[in-house]
């Protein structure tokens, strides 16, 4: 790989529009599905927030699991699967506790 001729400028920036659409996508997708429109509609229908921290996180959790059960080209070795499941567990547990502590999905990040 030759780097001598690379457009550092270009570069940057490609790299940071990626990254800005990336976070974007995300939070219109999974964490205003998960932690935005269901929290809030599980907060509506009278839940506690433990209640609607165990409802959410399976929510995250099935929501990830097409990422490997689909064609996505996310093909993920059949002995990473176990470690990608508990790191979405875990991911989905803690961002659930930040959201439940602010009170708010933009505030949490």
């Excluded at 940057?12 to 205003?32: C, F, K, R």
């Excluded at 099935?62 to 070795?77: C, K, Q, R, Y």
Aim: glycine share 10%; hydrophobic share 50%; with cysteine.
């Amino acid at each position: 790989m030759d780097v001598g001729k690379t457009e550092n400028i270009k570069t940057l920036t490609n790299i940071s529009l990626g990254s800005i659409a990336g976070v974007l996508a995300v939070m219109n997708t999974e964490d205003g599905f998960v932690c935005g429109w269901l929290w809030a509609s599980l907060k509506r229908a009278g839940k506690t927030d433990t209640e609607v921290l165990t409802l959410t996180s399976p929510a995250f959790i099935v929501w990830h699991v097409s990422a490997i059960s689909s064609n996505t080209g996310f093909d993920l070795p059949a002995r990473e699967i176990p470690i990608f499941l508990i790191n979405i567990i875990i991911l989905g547990l803690l961002w659930g506790i930040m959201r439940m502590g602010s009170g708010s999905v933009l505030s949490r990040q």
